[in-house]
């Protein structure tokens, strides 16, 4: 026997071999669909007996194994159903002959055969015959089942007079001498007549009586006549039939300890055995009752206490013993070369019960001897289906790593060079059946929850042949999203070479199928789901940015009340403060404005020995709509943390979240979300956006001087007056936006002076700006500004102590003049206090010319401090007889740039240094 069945199992030994096979030319699909329904009568329970006979079907079933039949009963085939279509009268006799033809295949060990014909009517099919069944079509044909059970019904009968034949065989010396094939020629010229040979006869006729007990459901008889057949054989050494009645002994004990079967089916069967009392009950009437005494074979190592342990049944192994027997029986087949199968199988079946039994590192013991059983030349096929098995066998006893690998050399096996059409989508199957063994999955995401898991070097190995594997299948999707999986998951384990190459073969993958963040669905119902390159480059930190300063918005207070509060009239609200936790800590205290761009920074940098090119890189966001603008990178080598700044613009109004950001990097786009980072830092990812403000640009008459501070959104303007003078100002506003603006408030400040003011410092008349309101998009208004310096002097001595704490003085203090202004909503469209009053902004925003500009944003909740910063150099007298120095000051005041005050030890003498140019020498 060349060709081993993979699946046997120990409970297999109770069945009956039935081949179903089409005849002729029937649909492939038409005929699977009749042999599911045949196959469906697993079992059948036999009339007016309390037994089951349990089938095999086999829609394929090699010719020599049914040539083992007489040295193990369970592989012999003794039914055979075929299906046909014969559509005419005309064709029934040829339909009859190959029938007849057919049942030559298997005519020797047949106990009963039947044939099913579809398609013929008429008079031929109206006769009455118990071998063949005739159907109109393979749609009707109710009955199928019904034929099968009194199919099986038949074979029974058969089985169970051959059983009684065996077993009252009165024939005495003259016992047939069953062998199998290879030893046929070793008993030509052999002695029949010694007392030898016929204890041979007498084991091997008894172990076959015990197989056709099992086979008939007389469990306990089974037991006693191997037990019988192993004293015998033993005694002869007639190691390969002792082999058989051991393994035979070891299958009937799993029968009656495991009913539910070793072969994880999910359909239980039936005990067979409920105890040997009632054995006889099961008999047919004159059926022989042989039981023997267990202490009676304490001599040939079969335990004399095993009854004790199982409780009911004799002669039952434990289920310890099973597993020793089953050794002793693969020992004594390994020494026939032409037993492999047998010995294969035997091994198949002790690792099933092992497996139940929960004893995985002696089932891999046996695994490992079928591993070595060499069964001679096999076919590419076979080779593939005893790799499928053995790992099929290893996963069961849990050992993944070892399933992995033998479902590896299946999938190698499936491509060898030898075949002439290589299965490649087999290959690429069996390939991701291994993933699980090697601590591998498709999806990203299980590898950004801790330590890498498995040996990095085997998995890179079998990426790279799924990678090929979908190539040659022609689906360069699959390999594109393979190779994006190895290098997101496998990059740090990749040398600066391996990188190289790897990153060369995604560029010439995507330049024919660019990859993207869709999920592949394969044909058996695997998804593949997208993976992101959040490595490529790696982002360590991001920051949501505050808009400029001159563009800020800022809460207008005092126009809704003072005190007055929107939120929540209760003071503590514990619900409230719980339910939005989290988003308060998400949330941002600044605001963006609709319209306006808005930038966020990302910290990144490149772990690629190789300048990495990112294309494409935009913003992630939800909650409002967000008009991302991309932005390409280039960055250097292996490059430490380098700022990126990704920027866009909100359309809408409202609170919208930073989810992440998107790239293309390779022909590969990817969109990456902030909580799938490892390590990333973030100060939030909520930031409110308000409504659209307009846009005013305000420009003044006097000339630009520097700023004060950089926090300072007033733009500073200079100008020198004399105490008691008055000089005009004009500032001009502009409406750039396209939003109107409706009023107009204007109020000022001084920042510092250690003079007394007298009067207003600063004066205008709004009347003519007013007038001009609501001011539409392009239109400007002019409002004139008075400065008057009005300041007292009469401290002098006081003054000068000041300055000459400072070790320096000044003729002219700076004083700060800031101008206000207020856009508020007109009380009869918006009321104070009102929703809509709320949400609506104006916005301001500069232009540079040659004039002096004002930035920033204004509106009903937001306003904006606009400074107009007069410098102011005041020229007088600082003692009252020194009104000449006040005439020089006053004469030659535009040469002069800086004048230092300081006292001399004589109280009534100053000293006063004037600064002024190289060329203006000559003029002074």
Not at 250 to 269: E, L
Request: glycine share 6%; proline share 5%.
């Amino acid at each position: 026997m060349s060709v081993p069945d993979y699946m046997q199992c120990a409970e297999d030994h109770q069945t009956v071999v039935v081949v179903v096979q089409p005849m002729g030319i029937v649909p492939e699909e038409q005929f699977f669909r009749i042999y599911k329904r045949i196959a469906s009568v697993s079992q059948v329970s036999i009339r007016d007996s309390q037994r089951v006979l349990f089938i095999r079907f086999r829609h394929h079933y090699p010719p020599e194994n049914n040539e083992w039949g007489d040295f193990q009963t369970h592989r012999k085939v003794v039914g055979l159903i075929s299906v046909t279509s014969c559509n005419t009268a005309k064709e029934w006799p040829q339909t009859s002959d190959r029938f007849h033809g057919q049942k030559e295949v298997f005519g020797s060990t047949l106990y009963d055969s039947r044939l099913l014909v579809f398609g013929l009517q008429g008079e031929v099919a109206e006769q009455q015959r118990t071998d063949v069944a005739f159907y109109p079509s393979y749609d009707d044909c109710p009955d199928v089942e019904k034929r099968v059970e009194d199919f099986v019904e038949s074979i029974f009968i058969v089985l169970e007079s051959k059983r009684l034949d065996r077993a009252t065989d009165k024939s005495g010396d003259k016992i047939q001498m069953l062998c199998v094939p290879f030893e046929k020629k070793d008993f030509v010229g052999l002695d029949t007549d010694s007392r030898h040979y016929k204890k041979r006869c007498q084991g091997r006729m008894r172990k076959h009586v015990g197989d056709l007990c099992l086979q008939a459901g007389m469990l306990q008889d089974a037991l006693v006549h191997y037990h019988m057949a192993v004293e015998l054989l033993r005694s002869v050494n007639d190691f390969l039939w002792l082999g058989a009645a051991l393994e035979g002994l070891c299958s009937a004990s799993v029968i009656f300890h495991y009913p539910g079967g070793t072969a994880g089916k999910s359909g239980a069967r039936k005990p067979s055995v409920s105890s040997a009392a009632d054995a006889g009950k099961r008999h047919r009437p004159g059926a022989q009752e042989v039981l023997i005494d267990p202490g009676a074979l304490t001599s040939s190592g079969i335990s004399a206490d095993t009854s004790a342990e199982i409780g009911r049944a004799k002669n039952c192994l434990s289920q310890e013993d099973i597993i020793e027997k089953y050794k002793e029986a693969i020992s004594y087949y390994g020494k026939y070369k032409s037993a492999g199968v047998i010995e294969l199988e035997a091994c198949i079946k002790a690792v099933r019960v092992l497996a139940i039994q929960k004893r995985a590192m002696e089932a891999s013991e046996f695994l490992q001897n079928a591993v070595y059983i060499n069964l001679g030349q096999l076919s590419e096929e076979e080779k593939i289906q005893r790799y499928s098995v053995l790992s099929e066998l290893y996963e069961l006893i849990g050992f993944q790593r070892k399933s992995a690998f033998f479902k590896r050399v299946a999938a190698m096996q499936c491509v060898a060079p030898t075949i002439p059409e290589p299965g490649w989508k087999a290959c690429y199957k069996l390939l991701l059946e291994t993933l699980p063994g090697y601590s591998l999955s498709l999806d990203p995401k299980d590898f950004s929850k801790g330590t890498h898991r498995g040996w990095a070097a085997v998995q890179l190995r079998l990426l790279h042949e799924l990678v090929y594997a979908s190539r040659r299948m022609g689906n360069p999707g699959l390999s594109v999203r393979h190779l994006s999986f190895l290098l997101q998951t496998m990059l740090d384990f990749l040398s600066d070479q391996e990188k190289k190459e790897v990153t060369q073969s995604l560029e010439n993958y995507t330049s024919k199928c660019p990859g993207g963040m869709e999920v592949i669905s394969l044909p058996d119902g695997l998804k593949l789901p997208p993976v992101p390159f959040t490595k490529l480059p790696i982002v360590r930190s991001v920051s949501l940015l505050n808009l400029p300063v001159s563009l800020r918005p800022h809460k207008v207070k005092g126009l809704l009340g003072q005190g007055l509060s929107s939120a929540s009239p209760f003071i503590y609200s514990p619900i409230t403060m719980h339910s939005r936790g989290d988003e308060r800590s998400k949330k941002i205290d600044f605001q963006w404005v609709q319209g306006d761009v808005c930038e966020v920074q990302l910290m990144v940098y490149n772990p690629m020995p190789f300048e990495l090119r990112v294309e494409n890189m935009g913003l992630l966001t939800s909650g409002v709509d967000f008009e991302s603008l991309p932005a390409a990178l280039s960055l250097p080598a292996e490059s430490g943390l380098y700022p990126v700044t990704l920027v866009g613009v909100p359309r809408t109004a409202g609170n919208i979240t930073i989810n992440g950001y998107h790239t293309s990097v390779f022909g590969v786009s990817s969109d990456c979300l902030l909580e799938g980072l490892v390590g990333v830092k973030s100060s939030g990812c909520m930031v409110e956006v308000v409504p659209s403000l307009p846009r005013l640009q305000l420009c003044t008459s006097l000339p630009r001087s520097a700023h004060l501070s950089s926090e300072d959104l007033s733009t500073s303007v200079s100008l020198q007056l004399f105490n008691g003078e008055t000089q005009q100002l004009t500032i001009t506003l502009e409406n750039i936006g396209t939003e109107t603006l409706n009023t107009l408030e204007l109020t000022s400040k001084t920042l510092s002076t250690k003079e007394k003011l007298f009067g207003e410092f600063l004066t205008w008349d709004l009347q003519d700006a007013l007038s001009h309101l609501p001011l539409k998009s392009g239109q400007s208004v002019s409002i004139p500004v008075n400065i008057s310096a009005k300041l007292d002097f009469s401290g002098q001595e006081s003054l000068l102590n000041d300055l000459n704490d400072d070790g320096i003085s000044v003729t002219g203090l700076p004083v700060s003049s800031p101008l206000r202004q207020v856009l508020k909503p007109r009380t009869e469209n918006k009321p104070v206090g009102s929703d809509a009053s709320k949400n609506e902004f104006n916005h301001v925003k500069y232009t540079s010319y040659g004039w002096c500009c004002f930035n920033g944003y204004l509106g009903s909740n937001y306003d904006i401090t606009l400074e107009c910063s007069a410098h102011i150099q005041v020229h007088c007298e600082l003692v009252k007889s020194s009104l000449l120095y006040c005439q020089f000051f006053h004469m030659y005041s535009t040469y002069i740039q800086r004048i230092e005050i300081a006292l001399l030890s004589d109280p009534r003498c100053i000293q006063i240094t004037l600064t002024v140019e190289p060329k203006n020498l000559d003029q002074i």
